[in-house]
């Protein structure tokens, strides 16, 4: 690891050294540190900046090399890779007039001179022949400190750039606005800075305004209601006829702002930032201050290629700089000059704040489609680095860990597209968050940072030196489009650093550093926010930051800290995060007790999270007023149900008396308290019980003596608790009323947000609701009782033995109850008539009592129920009848269980109950039966039991009683078994495709072809149709012998009878037949001369060539070859199916040796044509020993040719005779020449000759046989 210096960030990219060091001169802006780590340092990036930090915080910015084997390929397809940008106006980052109404100003203006002056305005102020806005006008000396600062400073030249952005500046020109200013704006800015010093005075603007008379309407007798955002309606009292825009209440009319053009109102603490007081004079809200039409902001562009973004890119640079490479010092010179507003409009192009989840990041992610051009090892490595910025936020010590939704910029890293001059404005990251940033490639990006410590400092310069912007926009650094030349930040004693990051650098920056900059050229970078340890106390800062300034922040601030203290963190963590907890338990004490204070009494719990260990998954509520996430707690009031505040705002949400608010909590004191204990460094047993007795000791301190004013003098928090505890003992021995417990109950909300010191008043409100649960219970159980006895309804409620018991079994009582006796001795008669009641009576007793009726003498009460028994069992009887005659479905039969269950604790023997019982529990039976065998029936490999099954299925079904609709299904299921039992012995016996085809159409209409069985066996039959017709189409057209053996190897995985395998396996079998017996014509061996025993027929080779090509077995026929190999050679050629490469081999080794014949027969004639002369001369003088000696040099040379054909050539025999000869011919000739007379030499020759002429004849002869053959 080591610190850089200004010339390492320069080198290699803008070429000198130099450059740098004079550019820092220029600005003369520090450097902040370079670090380098190591492979070892580089390993872990929190880790690493931890490290660093002590050092580089200070800067707020610090520049990171990897280490030089560590290049991330860039995983986005450039050429398919399009994004949308935003248009630039970057002279008007800092050089701009405030978006001011001119009408809400015109108004404004107006009112003070017709108030102040006694006159109206002119109609219109001319400046160089057009109407001088007075608004800008009022704005940019106000930029400028006033009339006064301006005129001393000299800077009316800059007014007059704010008034005419287009135009020449003369002295004239100045010296002209200058006196408009003094005799038209003058006053006014006197009047308008003594409202803003005399803001202690309390003006009661509000509802109490004074209206004028032409927008005056009298609202003194009538009630307005205004619909909200939240389609609520809100009925305002009397008088009060206004709704803040904020919170969308019409209350606390007495802080309520109304805007004195639009007349629309808000609140003085719903305002952004919020309001101390009412200011005095006239108020204007921001949309009558802000014009739309001046509203400066980054308006969207066009939606780019990288391709075309780089022409656009490449043409701004050439505009500025050529064809030439621009220093670092002219650069920056440039935009600064840009920004200044001295070197006119300049727009330029950005594609920024790109969601990497929507356009794709530029580091590998692990559900991203790999590029070809990556490899694999290369692409998992990058995809799994610490480094990646899609894995920073999560890494193992960062505290976003917890945060389990993609927040676009913050979890999900955000891509850049930047080309030459595209700014990124002053600003701090989100929730004071870290940041990192890596440039991919390109031009480098230029940083400049103000430290953290500094923020307050930076912060009023900005104020200072643009007033009117922050007049027209508080929240302006929240917008990030205002740059501030550092110079002035400097000035100001802001120390101000810069970095230059080249591609493969990462910048970090840190908590709370403000930092902007510009890109040098085209470049994609791409950054995200992380958050270690000692980021908690910073966003702490920036969630009370978002709530100052009414604005929603990007997570809940509470919700994290208590995520992360339930969860395994880390030591490193625990100092942070007790010292937030600490803090938000302070502030809860503080606010709950002086909530309880004001009245507020009613609490309740909030709702459990589902998912409690993460972040961000359940929405929180948030503060109408602050836009605060209320995750620990907050006030509701019963008017407003969906309406939540913080308890900050709790006099706010409405002007319901404080008895009507309730406060919701998600954690006690007492567990925020233990969530407190839980981040301290403590292990040790001994430490834990030290932790528990200080828990005890510091709540009973922090609530003991919390107290509130009541009739006759104050109480303590400490005092209610005791005697509500006291009161809730007496309760429990009491005999139970419900009012009472629910009035406990309700007067224990007011102690059960507190700390462990309330813990006996939670256990005594645990057994108050289990008293009153079990006592309810008791009750509930006995009124169903009376009304069982009172109606004896079926479809009355019955009371479950069980619930009963359980009511019965507790040990001690929870409390006093006396119904619980009632319960107890009615349960002891159920049981004992249950222990009685196990003897049933016949039906033809009741018939036999019924006739004995009439003779007795007195009159019996039993006598009318025995009646009604036999009543209701002939009612059972006839009903039961009506069912066994007709024919009964298994569905009406279900229907009847309620009348079955009714029935079963019938103490009379139905016969025909009985029966229809009997029918029914077949019926029940053989369904449940066919549920078993149907269930994955056809997953079964006992296909041949499962018909069985089925088969009994069948039988039985048509045996019941009952109809059952299912019998048909049974049928289907039998046939498609069967064909199940079918499919099994296709895989264990070869077929024909056509049996299988047929056997196919069958399983197709009973629709079980989606099978895996029936899917495997289409398989096999779509293979087998498809290698039919392969097979059949290369016998056709004879193709080569590799397409034959491929068939014959696919064939080998169809497990069906293949018609065509016969005749390809004959094909190929007679092709390497044909090929053995060729073999001898196709290898010999040039390289080797052959004896004369191995050489073959040439004879033989011209008759198979011939019968290869034309297929006509009648030639060979015709001549007087006997060889059988030749014949069998010509009769398997005529029936060969397969293109042979070997045939055309055989026509070139035919070609060759015919070619070497025809040259030995020529030469052969020429040698007979030398014999044959008459006039030979002297020999020497004719040329003829000249001719004679050549003759015999190619002769020797065509035999030598011939001889590696290995062929018997009977030509060669005679060449070799010709060329004897006509050597002796040529030695006679040369001794003629020397010795002998002529006619020595005219009585040998022509002996010499009449023999060469015979053997010449002879061999012209059997040249002529070749030819013939």
């Known amino acids: 690891m080591g610190k850089g210096r200004p010339r390492s960030v320069e080198k290699g990219v803008l070429g000198q050294s130099s450059s740098a060091s004079s550019s820092s001169n220029s600005l003369k802006i520090p450097p902040a540190p370079v670090y380098y780590p190591n492979e070892e340092e580089f390993k872990d990036p929190l880790e690493f900046i931890c490290k660093i930090r002590p050092e580089a915080e200070p800067y707020g910015i610090c520049r990171i090399v990897p280490p030089k084997d560590w290049k991330p390929p860039f995983a986005l397809d450039l050429d398919s890779f399009t994004f949308p940008t935003k248009t630039q106006a970057i002279h008007q980052l800092q050089v701009r007039s405030a978006a001011c109404d001119s009408k809400t100003f015109e108004l404004e203006y107006n009112r003070f001179l017709e108030a102040h002056c006694g006159r109206k305005a002119k109609k219109r102020v001319v400046f160089e022949g057009e109407e001088l806005d007075l608004c800008k006008l009022f704005n940019a000396v106000k930029r400028y400190g006033g009339y006064d600062k301006a005129l001393d400073q000299k800077k009316w030249g800059e007014v007059f750039r704010f008034v005419r952005p287009v135009g020449k500046i003369s002295e004239c020109a100045k010296h002209v606005l200058c006196q408009l200013y003094r005799e038209h704006l003058y006053d006014y800015e006197s009047y308008y800075n003594r409202l803003n010093q005399e803001g202690d005075k309390n003006y009661n603007r509000g509802m109490h305004k004074e209206r004028k008379s032409e927008s005056h309407v009298d609202f003194s007798s009538s009630k307005r209601r205004q619909k909200n955002n939240l389609d609520e309606r809100v009925e305002v009292e009397e008088g009060l006829d206004q ?167 913050v979890m999900v890293p955000w891509l850049y597209i930047g080309m030459l001059f595209s700014s990124f404005c002053w600003h701090f990251e989100d929730h004071c968050f870290y940041s990192m940033n890596y440039l991919h490639w390109g031009e480098p990006k230029c940083w400049y940072s103000v430290p953290g410590s500094e923020a307050g400092a930076f912060e009023k310069v900005m104020r200072n030196s643009l007033p009117d912007l922050f007049d027209a926009q508080p929240d302006l650094l929240f917008q990030l489009v205002t740059m501030l030349h550092p110079a002035v930040l400097q000035e100001h004693d802001v120390p101000v650093y810069s970095v230059l990051q080249e591609p493969g650098n990462f910048v970090i920056t840190f908590p709370r550093s403000y930092h902007g900059g510009f890109n040098f050229g085209l470049n994609c970078a791409e950054a995200v926010n992380f958050a270690p340890a000692d980021w908690l106390p910073h966003g702490s800062f920036g969630a009370e930051l978002y709530q100052l300034y009414h604005k929603a922040a990007v997570l809940s601030h509470e919700e994290l800290l208590c995520v992360v203290a339930k969860s395994d963190f880390d030591s490193k963590v625990s100092p942070y995060l007790n010292k937030e907890l600490r803090r938000i338990y302070d502030k809860e004490k503080t606010w709950r007790g002086r909530l309880w204070r004001n009245g507020i009494i009613r609490s309740s719990p909030m709702s459990t999270r589902k998912q409690p260990k993460y972040v961000g998954v359940e929405e929180d509520p948030t503060c109408i007023i602050c836009q605060r996430f209320l995750h620990i707690s907050a006030v509701v009031c019963r008017c407003r149900p969906s309406a939540f505040v913080c308890l900050e705002h709790w006099e706010h949400i409405c002007e319901c008396k404080p008895n009507k608010h309730r406060l919701t909590y998600r954690y006690t004191l007492a567990e925020l308290n233990d969530l407190v204990l839980m981040t301290e460094n403590q292990n040790s047993e001994e430490m834990k019980q030290n932790r528990n007795v200080r828990r005890q000791h510091l709540c009973t301190n922090e609530l003991g003596a919390l107290s509130k004013k009541v009739k006759g003098g104050h109480v303590t928090f400490a005092q209610l608790a005791e005697d509500w505890l006291l009161k809730s003992c007496k309760i429990l021995q009491t005999p139970y009323t419900s009012d009472a417990y629910r009035d406990a109950l309700k007067a224990a909300e007011q102690f059960l947000w507190a700390g462990s010191e309330m813990d006996p008043v939670r256990v005594m409100v645990k057994n108050l609701i289990e008293a009153q649960n079990w006592a309810e219970g008791v009750k509930d159980c006995l009124s169903k009782l009376a009304l069982w006895s009172c109606h004896r309804n079926h479809e009355i409620e019955k009371v479950r033995m069980e619930h009963v018991s359980s009511l019965l079994g507790f040990n001690p009582l929870p409390c006093n109850e006396p119904g619980n006796l009632k319960l107890k001795l009615w349960t002891e008669k159920v049981r004992k008539c249950i222990s009685e009641a196990n003897v049933t009576v016949e039906v033809d007793i009741l018939y036999k009592l019924k006739a004995e009726i009439s003779e007795l003498q007195v009159q019996l009460p039993e006598i009318e129920m025995l009646l009604d028994l036999i009543k209701y069992v002939d009612s059972c009887r006839s009903r039961c009848n009506e069912m066994l005659k007709g024919s009964v479905s298994l569905k009406v039969v279900l229907k009847l269980e309620g009348f079955f269950g009714e029935m079963s604790g019938f103490t009379v023997n139905i016969p025909e109950l009985e029966l229809l019982r009997r029918y029914r529990n077949d019926a029940v039976a053989w369904f449940s039966r066919f549920k078993d065998v149907v269930k994955n029936i056809h997953e079964r490999e006992d296909q041949e039991f499962v018909v069985e099954e089925l088969t009994c299925l069948e039988r039985d079904g048509a045996l019941l009683k009952v109809q059952v609709d299912d019998l048909p299904c049974v049928k289907v299921e039998l046939k498609k078994a069967c064909c199940r039992v079918k499919a099994l012995e296709l895989f264990k016996h070869l077929y024909r495709p056509f049996v299988v085809k047929c056997l196919w159409n069958i399983y197709s209409k009973l629709e079980i072809e989606k099978e895996m069985l029936f899917v495997e066996i289409s398989r096999v039959l779509a293979l087998a149709m498809h290698w039919e017709e392969r097979a059949k189409r290369s016998l056709a057209r004879e193709a080569q012998m590799s397409e034959f053996e491929d068939v014959i190897r696919t064939s080998e995985e169809i497990f069906v009878i293949l018609p065509s395998i016969g005749d390809v396996k004959e094909a190929i079998s007679a092709a390497k037949s044909w090929l053995n017996k060729s073999k001898p014509f196709l290898c010999s061996d040039s390289s080797v001369v052959p004896t004369s025993c191995s050489l073959l027929k040439i004879e033989d080779l011209k008759v198979l060539c011939i019968l290869c090509s034309c297929g006509c077995f009648s030639i060979w026929q015709s001549t007087q070859l006997t060889y059988v190999t030749m014949q069998d050679l010509a009769s398997q050629s005529e029936l060969l199916k397969i293109s042979l490469e070997e045939r055309s081999m055989l026509q070139t080794v035919l070609e060759d040796c015919v070619q070497w014949e025809n040259e030995a027969c020529s030469l052969l004639r020429d040698g007979e044509c030398l014999l044959g002369c008459d006039d030979i001369g002297d020999g020497r003088s004719s040329g003829l020993i000249l001719k004679i000696e050549s003759q015999v040099t190619k002769i020797e040379s065509v035999v030598k040719a011939g001889l590696p054909l290995a062929f018997e050539f009977f030509v060669i025999p005679k060449l070799r005779d010709a060329s004897s000869t006509l050597r002796w011919c040529f030695k006679v000739l040369c001794l003629c020449a020397v010795a002998p007379g002529l006619e020595m030499c005219n009585v040998s020759f022509p002996a010499m000759v009449g023999q060469l002429a015979e053997a010449i004849k002879k061999h012209n002869s059997r040249i002529q046989l070749c030819e013939e053959i």
């Open 243 to 409: 709704i803040c825009e904020q919170c969308n209440s019409g209350l606390h009319g007495e802080v309520m702002l109304l805007c004195d053009r639009c007349d629309k109102g808000w609140h003085i603490y719903c305002l952004s930032p919020p309001l101390k007081r009412i200011p005095p004079g006239n108020w204007y809200c921001l949309d009558c201050l802000n014009s739309e039409k001046d509203s400066f902001g980054f308006v969207p562009g066009k939606q780019y290629s990288v391709e075309a973004f780089k022409r656009v890119a490449d043409r701004a640079k050439r505009k500025w700089f050529g064809s030439v490479s621009a220093s670092r010092v002219q650069l920056e010179k440039k935009f600064w000059e840009i920004v200044e507003g001295s070197v006119g409009e300049v727009e330029v192009m950005y594609g920024s704040d790109l969601d990497t989840s929507v356009y794709g990041s530029g580091f590998p992610r692990v559900n991203d489609q790999k590029p070809p051009s990556i490899g694999a090892e290369v692409w998992d490595k990058y995809c799994a680095t610490p480094w990646n910025l899609n894995n920073l936020p999560m890494l193992q010590g960062s505290m976003l860990q917890a945060v389990h939704n993609s927040i676009a910029g």
